[in-house]
């Protein structure tokens, strides 16, 4: 299976601030990478897919990039609605498997 | 409006059953693969079983493989998942969750775009 590695587990922020969550696959995974944000209380939410493709209805101020092992996920300007978890997701084979998450906090 | 309602989940003992259900509402259920993805309340996602977009393959996670089996009723528009032998470890909730096709330029990927709100899941003596 694949391993599915974020860093940093949490950071704190503040509103402004541009945040780089870190997303490491075991293997090469080409493209195949989705980052979910997730608020307390609800179930998590596409923001990106294909590593760099923003979802629609998905602020701008997001970002990804990476290919193969290495991904990020860019917020530029955080805002206070973005203060959330954040997990990244391989689509590259199954078993499907989820980075541990990100929690941006204050 | 698209919904997925969960059901089934409890309190069990260890090396006990369960089967939880998922129904569908709101889209073309046989069209889509769907998945379930369990969370221990504060922690992280884990992904358990699933189908990929097209629902003509499915896997399991390491951790329920052997012991879990998951299945779809499409007359029923339902998803269940089997848990037998359960263990302490596998207390969380579970969503289940639509896998959608997503294309960006040359890459086709599925996600999980629509999620229940869980059912949980609770193992203990």
Redesign the interface.
């Known amino acids: 299976?694949i391993q599915m590695t974020q860093s940093p587990s949490s950071l704190s922020a503040s509103v402004g601030d541009r945040v780089t969550i870190t997303c490491r696959a075991s293997q090469g995974i080409?493209?195949?990478l989705?980052w979910?944000q997730?608020k307390p209380g609800k179930?998590?939410k596409?923001l990106i897919?294909?590593?760099?493709?923003l979802?629609s209805g998905v602020p701008s101020r997001f970002s990804g990039s990476g290919s193969g092992t290495h991904f990020t996920l860019t917020i530029d300007s955080l805002q206070s609605e973005d203060f959330a978890t954040y997990?990244c997701?391989q689509?590259?084979s199954?078993?499907?498997?989820?980075?541990?998450?990100t929690k941006v906090e204050v | 409006e698209v919904l997925l309602v969960e059901s089934g989940g409890g309190v069990v003992r260890p090396g006990g059953s369960l089967r939880l259900s998922c129904a569908a509402s709101g889209f073309n259920f046989e069209d889509y693969g769907l998945s379930w993805v369990r969370q221990v309340p504060g922690k992280g996602l884990e992904w358990v079983s699933g189908f990929n977009w097209n629902g003509r393959s499915t896997g399991y996670a390491a951790s329920v493989k052997g012991r879990f089996i998951m299945s779809r009723d499409n007359a029923k528009k339902s998803l269940y998942l089997q848990m037998n032998s359960l263990r302490a470890e596998d207390t969380a909730l579970y969503h289940c969750a639509r896998v959608r096709l997503l294309v960006w330029g040359s890459t086709a990927l599925d996600a999980l775009d629509i999620w229940g709100q869980g059912t949980m899941v609770t193992v203990s003596s």
């Open positions: 299976d080409s493209s195949y989705i979910y997730q179930a998590p596409v897919y294909a590593a760099s493709a979802q997990f997701q689509s590259y199954l078993p499907r498997t989820f980075g541990q998450g």
